[in-house]
Structure formats: C-alpha cells, structure tokens
C-alpha cells in the first residue's frame, strides 16, 4: 500500500472545512498563522481565485494532506510507500517521519514564497505525444534566449512542458504539428520545474542546508529521480534538486510497482493522482480520501489489507 498526496493545482473550495472543523494537525495551522498566513479562514471560505497563488496553494495543500495522512495513521493504517507530486512530496515525508511535520510546514511556506516570487514564464499540458518526441520540440524551440523543458512526466500521453510564454508557445505548436492530441496552458504563477526556477532553486538549497531530515519509516519516492529512497541523504538531494527539475511522477509509480505496491490511496482534493496512476498501470487499486470521515471509514478495510501482506 502507498500513500499519494497531489499537488499545485489540486486545491479546492472548502477542502480543509471538515478537518478544522475536527481541530485536526492544529499546530500547523498555528505555524502558517505566525507567518502571516490565515489558512483556517482560507480553506473554509476561501474562493478558488483566493487558493490559487502559489504562497497559499502549497501550503493548504499541505495542511491537507499531511492531517490526512495522520488520520489514517492514527487508525492504524501502516503504508509501506509514499508518494507526492512535487509539493505534495513534503505531505510525504512528514507522513513517512522523515522531516518534523511542523518543520515541513515552515519549509513549504517558503518555498511557495520563493517559487511566487519566480514569475516568469508558464506551463502548458501535452496531451498524445510521448516524452522522446516532445523533448526534441523542447530542445528545438530553446533559442535565441527562449526556454523550454519537459517538466513533468504525469503518466503515459500526458506531460507538462514549462518554459518562457513564446518558449511554450512555440513548443505547444510543434507538438501540436508533431500529432499531439491537445495543448493545455495551464493557470499557473511561474514556469515551475524548469531553469527559470534556478534562482529560487539555489535559495531553497541554502535552506535545506540547516534542515534536519530523518530517514523514513518506509521508502518514499522522489520526484527528481522517480526512484524510492528511504535515506536522509537521498531525500535531501531529492529536494535540493526538486525546484527545476522535473516530476518523473510515471517513473514514481512504477518504482513503487515495481517493489510490490497493489493498492494507492491518495490523500488530499480531488481525484487527480488517482486518475494517472490508473493510466500507469492496470490490476492495481486506487482509493480516494478527501476528509476525516473519508479516511475514518476506509481505514477498516485498508488495515485489513496490510494485515493480509
């Protein structure tokens, strides 16, 4: 069993209401108050415009899906993988005890500062083309000062290209010409996971530096590498190079298959971890919990399941 926790774009209108209401994981909404964010106030009645910088999404989402998480913990659902895509990879390893959940909270708030602060550029989904024919494209359109990489590789037909506006554009129109099925800009603050996120990326690192990282009680995957590391180490340098590289979600979950995972069970909004992973794999089950009263009633049958491995 694997625990999945989405990312960016995943927030939604009144997804934290229930656990507030439940006084659950408190103390991290407390750490985003003394940082001048009012997450109770935003995830309860907050609009979707209100959750969509980038300094508010992470770490609601964050919120989410670490008090998630915690709840299934707390009933004794025991994982044996984690994963997140890209932010949702903090969820993660404070779920799997490699970094204080307090401690994450702080880090993602600033690195949802120092990405924000990374405006430049956009992103934009490729849907029906495979990774060696888009990167080319990428390659062929970055010139003449114009940037433009495969940032994530969500599941087979879908990737994220990000870049400079014409970069993407110009990459978006060739894929288009290449037989992609459709171009998707995305609503987004800054052309994340590409190296116009170097700058910020550098001043993550120089925090990451004074970090404590424990290794995990089980392995988590990482996004840079799209390989499970259960080493301090390695996820320090998963998340030193997290920021401009890109998301091997596909390669996540497969590594995770690969060493006996069946059954997924995604933490946090929505349904959109979920929806890739069955495109990655077939014979495996996916289940969705977005609420305490979601994760309190799964938590039954997904102890059962652990005690049956």
Same mark, same amino acid.
């Given at each position: 069993?694997?625990?999945?926790?989405?990312?960016?774009?995943?927030?939604?209108?009144?997804?934290?209401?229930?656990?507030?209401?439940?006084?659950?994981?408190?103390?991290?909404?407390?750490?985003?108050?003394?940082?001048?964010?009012?997450?109770?106030?935003?995830?309860?009645?907050?609009?979707?415009?209100?959750?969509?910088?980038?300094?508010?999404?992470?770490?609601?989402?964050?919120?989410?899906?670490?008090?998630?998480?915690?709840?299934?913990?707390?009933?004794?659902?025991?994982?044996?993988?984690?994963?997140?895509?890209?932010?949702?990879?903090?969820?993660?390893?404070?779920?799997?005890?490699?970094?204080?959940?307090?401690?994450?909270?702080?880090?993602?708030?600033?690195?949802?500062?120092?990405?924000?602060?990374?405006?430049?550029?956009?992103?934009?989904?490729?849907?029906?083309?495979?990774?060696?024919?888009?990167?080319?494209?990428?390659?062929?359109?970055?010139?003449?000062?114009?940037?433009?990489?495969?940032?994530?590789?969500?599941?087979?037909?879908?990737?994220?290209?990000?870049?400079?506006?014409? /970069? +993407? %554009?110009?990459? !978006?129109?060739?894929?288009?010409? @290449?037989?992609?099925?459709?171009?998707?800009? =995305?609503?987004?603050? &800054?052309?994340?996971?590409?190296?116009?996120?170097?700058?910020?990326?550098?001043?993550?690192?120089?925090?990451?530096?004074?970090?404590?990282?424990?290794?995990?009680?089980?392995?988590?995957?990482?996004?840079?590498?799209?390989?499970?590391?259960?080493?301090?180490?390695?996820?320090?340098?998963?998340?030193?190079?997290?920021?401009?590289?890109?998301?091997?979600?596909?390669?996540?979950?497969?590594?995770?298959?690969?060493?006996?995972?069946?059954?997924?069970?995604?933490?946090?909004?929505?349904?959109?971890?979920?929806?890739?992973?069955?495109?990655?794999?077939? /014979? +495996? %089950?996916?289940? !969705?919990?977005?609420?305490?009263? @979601?994760?309190?009633?799964?938590?039954?049958? =997904?102890?059962?399941? &652990?005690?049956?491995?």
């Amino acid at each position: 069993m694997a625990l999945l926790f989405p990312g960016q774009g995943a927030q939604s209108v009144g997804m934290g209401r229930a656990l507030i209401a439940g006084d659950y994981s408190s103390e991290l909404l407390a750490v985003a108050l003394s940082a001048g964010l009012d997450l109770p106030s935003l995830l309860v009645d907050g609009d979707a415009e209100a959750l969509r910088p980038t300094q508010v999404a992470q770490p609601a989402l964050y919120y989410t899906g670490v008090a998630l998480g915690r709840v299934l913990l707390a009933e004794g659902v025991l994982p044996e993988f984690a994963a997140g895509h890209s932010l949702g990879e903090y969820c993660a390893l404070a779920v799997a005890g490699a970094i204080d959940a307090e401690l994450g909270m702080s880090l993602v708030l600033e690195r949802g500062r120092l990405m924000a602060g990374a405006a430049d550029g956009t992103m934009a989904a490729v849907l029906g083309l495979s990774s060696d024919v888009l990167e080319p494209i990428c390659e062929g359109v970055s010139t003449s000062g114009q940037i433009c990489v495969v940032a994530n590789d969500n599941c087979p037909g879908q990737l994220v290209i990000s870049g400079t506006r014409d /970069g +993407v %554009e110009r990459a !978006g129109a060739a894929a288009r010409a @290449a037989g992609a099925r459709r171009i998707v800009p =995305l609503n987004v603050g &800054g052309a994340f996971h590409s190296p116009l996120m170097a700058a910020a990326a550098a001043a993550f690192a120089a925090v990451l530096t004074e970090v404590e990282i424990s290794d995990p009680l089980f392995p988590v995957a990482c996004g840079a590498t799209g390989a499970l590391t259960q080493s301090a180490a390695g996820i320090r340098e998963g998340l030193t190079r997290q920021l401009d590289s890109p998301v091997l979600w596909t390669q996540a979950v497969q590594a995770m298959i690969q060493s006996g995972a069946g059954r997924f069970v995604e933490c946090g909004p929505g349904n959109t971890l979920a929806s890739l992973v069955r495109r990655i794999a077939t /014979g +495996v %089950e996916v289940i !969705g919990i977005d609420s305490p009263e @979601a994760a309190l009633a799964s938590a039954p049958r =997904l102890r059962s399941f &652990g005690e049956q491995q």
